[in-house]
C-alpha cells in the first residue's frame, strides 16, 4: 500500500467542494457544506487512492493546509473561498480591515480601473491582507504584476459588502475602482 498524496487530496477536495460537486455526486448546502462523512465516501467511490481516505486524512488536509482553504463545522465541511459552481454561496459579512491589496497581471490594469474589481469566473473577488500575498496571487498570471491597494475601509462604510476568507484571503462581491490605487509593479522572476 502506498502513501497517501496529501496535495492529491486537497485537489480533490477543491474541485468537490469549489468547482465541480456532481463530478463526485454531492450536492452543497447553500453555505457550499456538505456532511464530512458525504464527501469521505464520494471521495472514495471516485477511487484512485493507495488505501480508503479517512476523517484523520481529510482533516490533515483542513489543518495543515497552506491557504486554509477549508473549515470543518458541526460534522459539516466547506471551502471558505474560490467558488465557481452555480449555486450562490452564502458568505458571512464581516469587518475588513483598512487596506487590502489585490495582485493582478498588468494587461488587466486598465479594466479594472475603468470597472472596478469584478469576480469574473468566480463567485467574488480575492482580496489579500499583505502585499506578500497579493503578489504571489498576482505572479500567476506571468509577466508585470501590479500590486492594487483597496480601501476597504471607506468601501465598508460605503456600503461595499466584505468576507473573510481565511488569515490572508478577504472576499467582496465587486470593489467599485474609486477605492483603488495602484502601488507597486513587480517583474515575475
Known amino acids: 500500500m502506498g502513501e497517501l498524496n496529501y496535495v492529491s487530496l486537497s485537489k480533490a477536495m477543491s474541485k468537490a467542494l469549489r468547482h ?3 463530478r463526485l455526486g454531492i450536492s452543497l448546502a447553500p453555505d457550499g457544506s ?17 488505501r480508503q481516505i479517512t476523517e484523520e486524512d481529510v482533516m490533515q488536509v483542513v489543518e495543515h493546509g ?10 459539516r465541511i466547506r471551502a471558505r473561498y474560490g467558488h ?15 487596506v487590502l491589496y489585490h ?9 479594472i480601473m475603468a470597472d472596478g474589481l469584478l469576480p469574473m469566473g468566480r463567485q467574488v473577488v480575492h482580496l489579500s491582507a499583505d ?3 497579493a503578489q ?9 504584476t501590479i500590486i492594487l491597494r483597496v480601501d476597504a475601509a471607506a468601501a465598508a462604510r460605503d456600503g461595499v459588502a466584505f468576507y473573510a476568507g ?9 470593489v467599485p475602482p474609486q477605492y483603488l490605487s495602484q502601488i507597486e509593479r513587480m517583474t515575475r522572476s
Request: no cysteine; net charge neutral.
Open 20 to 22: 465541480r460537486p456532481e
Open 34 to 50: 456538505v456532511e464530512l462523512r458525504v464527501l469521505i465516501d464520494a471521495l472514495n467511490r471516485r477511487g484512485g487512492w493507495p
Open 66 to 75: 497552506t491557504k486554509q482553504r477549508f473549515a470543518v463545522e458541526g460534522g
Open 84 to 98: 465557481s459552481i452555480p449555486l450562490r454561496v452564502e458568505y458571512q459579512k464581516a469587518e475588513p480591515p483598512a
Open 103 to 111: 495582485g493582478t497581471a498588468e494587461k488587466n490594469v486598465d479594466s
Open 131 to 133: 502585499v506578500e500575498t
Open 136 to 144: 504571489q496571487v498576482g505572479t500567476r498570471h506571468g509577466g508585470q
Open 166 to 174: 481565511n488569515d490572508s484571503t478577504w472576499l467582496a462581491d465587486r
